[in-house]
């Protein structure tokens, strides 16, 4: 399960925001553009989305600050998740797992778990089979509920062998 | 690998018909494999009859309806294979009181075994939340996080019309 | 008629900002031709500013941020072009109150010279009609129409949840 | 101007059903599946839409009412548009423009403008550049507004070709 999401630079969140989980139902509010499906969006970046159009930017440094009416641009972005794993729904040996990324303007990356340097890889493979993974149906964007039905049949088929 | 396969199929088929029916009395739906014979390559069919109304093809259902059938589906995939946790970004956008209300209520009786974050401008979700967020812009361009307390006047800010 | 595109395109250009910034103080957004010297097959750009926030791809803007731009642009190219009469199916569902009450009373300032038909479930949207109709299954399977009055009590059927 | 749509069998309206449209704003409110989109696909079809994706259906004749659990399907489909036309708006010498869509079960179908029999073609020359046609921007279907933004830019350059 999800405890804590940490950002700091990722997109409207300049300023370092902790959100805690409730084990049950979190639900998030606000006015549009406030921020909201930028907090999906981190989730999926520090789950290990690469995808482009799903973060909807052109291209990895577009997530970072750009700079608003009344702040300067920053120079990167950070996410950290900790998940509680003590039921070992994780393929890790920890009881507590903590991932952090970030990319930086230049385009340099870094990945950590529970503060050790990894590859991006090592984080996608955690999650790969458990429905958060790529192509996993767990994380529902905005608009995209009614394509799990009205999608090919094909689609539809991806979406059982992920479950599968 | 098609056991596993077929297995799964049927398990999730059997609790999609068995969520549709119990959550719209009167309605029907049905997963089919388009292929019997060749499972590993079948694309999957999805039949779905709301109450009252006769048998047609899926396209032909409202955005609502849609809405309603995918979410079931989904929480029916859950049910055979939990995930760690569940991401909702504003599923009920589509959806008048009467289906927001049979969705929050199906989400808050699967929260007891699977955790959900949803995001929502809907008063009706909002008030099944156990821990509730709301997140505003108190700077220019910067977004800022607050606790809210369900019953809270400062709720109102966040409600989104009044549908 | 490369004159007549390039002078549509810089009318609805100018529409486009002077609608954007009055609705949205401190906000700017921009149309412009990608390609300069040839016109007629130029793709089109848009740009969009929501007050407060640095200027980035529109991609990044959030749903209900596409929406007022998609519509505030509709609503350009009317101004310079009217059609007969416009039909908006849901176009407020990813809107918050803030946003649904500015495109509300848009569309009925525009009302004063052009036909509109709104399907809703947002009550502040409704608010704005001129003439109102329900839409029920009172036979199952079968579409009833009733026409309603603003204020009637009855309307709270048809209206879709408190956001 | 729009004045009254008249709908028998088509979809959800098994029973003849008449709307009057108020010159302003008409508002169309009603629970999920209840038809108000049927509305707004029988508007489409009879300014001679053909396209299928945009019916949301499959073949035509899907159009037609298939019945109910209380009523048995019906044999074709009808609609009726009543037009305003003082100000000549519409390329026809008439200060009302009937025209009228009929499709039975068998695939037969039937146009007529003003009570005369005609070819679909000519319902469609009506209304071509007046934003009601092909591609015209003043049918704004379910889901379909933020397309108008994020769509590639050949697609937003057509939009306007239209507008011009
Ligand atoms: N790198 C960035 N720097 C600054 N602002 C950004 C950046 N990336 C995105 N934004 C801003 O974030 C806003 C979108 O936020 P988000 O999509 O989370 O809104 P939302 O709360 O989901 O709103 P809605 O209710 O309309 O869906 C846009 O205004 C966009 O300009
Ligand atoms: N030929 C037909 N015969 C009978 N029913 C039909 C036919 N075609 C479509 N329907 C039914 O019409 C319903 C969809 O209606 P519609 O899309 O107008 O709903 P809506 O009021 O727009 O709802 P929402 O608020 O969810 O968008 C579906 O239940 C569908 O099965
Ligand atoms: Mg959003
Ligand atoms: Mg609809």
Same mark, same amino acid.
């Given at each position: 399960? =999800?405890?804590? +999401?940490? +950002?700091?630079?990722?997109? %409207?969140?300049?300023?370092?925001?902790? *959100?805690?989980?409730?084990?049950?139902? %979190?639900?998030?509010?606000?006015?549009?553009?406030?921020?909201? &499906?930028?907090?999906?969006?981190?989730?999926?970046?520090? =789950?290990?989305?690469?995808?482009?159009? %799903? +973060?909807?930017?052109?291209k990895l440094t577009e997530i970072i600050f750009a700079g608003s009416e009344s702040n300067k641009p920053l120079n990167f972005a950070e996410v950290v998740i900790l998940l509680e794993n003590s039921s070992e729904r994780f393929p890790l040996n920890y009881t507590e797992i903590e991932i952090t990324r970030r990319i930086y303007r230049d385009n340099k990356s870094e990945f950590l778990i529970n503060r050790n340097p990894c590859r991006l890889k090592d984080i996608q493979e955690i999650f790969l089979d458990t429905g958060l993974g790529k192509g996993g149906i767990s994380m529902i964007?905005?608009?995209?509920?009614?394509? *799990?039905? &009205?999608?090919?049949?094909?689609?539809?088929? %991806? +979406?059982?062998?992920?479950?599968? | 690998s098609r056991k596993r396969f077929r297995d799964t199929f049927e398990m999730v088929a059997e609790e999609f018909s068995i969520m549709f029916r119990t959550l719209f009395p009167g309605g029907r739906a049905y997963l089919s494999l388009t292929d019997e014979e060749n499972v590993l390559k079948s694309g999957i069919e999805i039949i779905v009859h709301p109450p009252g109304k006769n048998l047609q093809s899926i396209s032909l259902l409202?955005?609502?309806?849609?809405?309603?059938?995918?979410?079931?589906?989904?929480?029916? @995939?859950?049910k055979i294979k939990p995930a760690p946790f569940c991401v909702f970004d504003e599923v009920d956008a589509a959806l008048d009181d009467s289906n927001t209300a049979i969705l929050a209520d199906c989400v808050k009786e699967f929260s007891r075994y699977s955790q959900f974050i @949803?995001?929502?401008?809907n008063k009706i979700t909002m008030e099944k939340a156990d821990v509730l967020y709301g997140i505003t812009m108190e700077e220019p361009g910067i977004s800022h996080i607050i606790s809210l307390k369900l019953g809270d006047p400062v709720l109102d800010e966040f409600v989104g019309s009044e549908k």
């Open positions: 399960m =999800l405890k804590r +999401l940490s +950002l700091y630079g990722f997109k %409207t969140f300049a300023k370092k925001r902790d *959100i805690d989980f409730s084990d049950g139902i %979190t639900c998030i509010v606000g006015p549009n553009g406030s921020g909201k &499906s930028n907090i999906a969006d981190a989730i999926r970046w520090i =789950l290990g989305e690469q995808g482009m159009k %799903t +973060l909807r930017s052109d964007g905005q608009g995209q509920i009614e394509k *799990i039905i &009205s999608s090919d049949e094909s689609e539809r088929r %991806t +979406l059982f062998e992920e479950a599968a | 409202s955005g609502g309806e849609k809405t309603m059938a995918a979410v079931i589906l989904l929480l029916s @995939i859950f @949803i995001i929502t401008h």
